[in-house]
């Protein structure tokens, strides 16, 4: 079972900046695909965005396009979600996520999560 530890969550002011990170435990084919999502209160989970951890590879919701970049640094087996222009909406519970796969899309089956990082955005 991989093992994924969120950080970097907290509170911030519209038109701020986070960045989030997600340790994992291992760097394999199970963590080929990486992704970043996001639950709201009384809100169905949502895709935020992902990465192919081989090539480098980014698919992002129209939501977050823009203003959310994900990136991974392999040597430390760590991914991140740098996210600026924040708004309330964006207020949420943020997991992490990986898979086996190299169709990696957020629609992708991811097996392993972590336990969330939450983000807040109010003034």
């Known amino acids: 079972q991989v093992q994924l530890v969120e950080s970097g969550g907290g509170s911030v002011q519209p038109g701020g900046s986070l960045t989030l990170s997600c340790a994992a435990s291992?760097?394999?084919?199970?963590?080929?695909?990486m992704g970043w999502f996001r639950q709201a209160p009384g809100k169905e989970r949502e895709g935020v965005a992902v990465?192919?951890?081989?090539?480098?590879?980014?698919y992002y919701a129209d939501s977050v396009k823009g203003r959310f970049t994900i990136s991974r640094d392999n040597t430390k087996h760590v991914v991140y979600l740098q996210m600026n222009s924040l708004s309330p909406e964006d207020t949420a519970m943020y997991y992490c996520a990986a898979a086996s796969s190299n169709r990696c899309g957020l629609t992708t089956d991811f097996g392993s999560w972590g336990q969330g990082t939450q983000v807040t955005v109010s003034s």
């Open positions: 990465i192919y951890r081989p090539t480098g590879s980014t």
């Open positions: 291992e760097l394999s084919y199970r963590t080929s695909c």
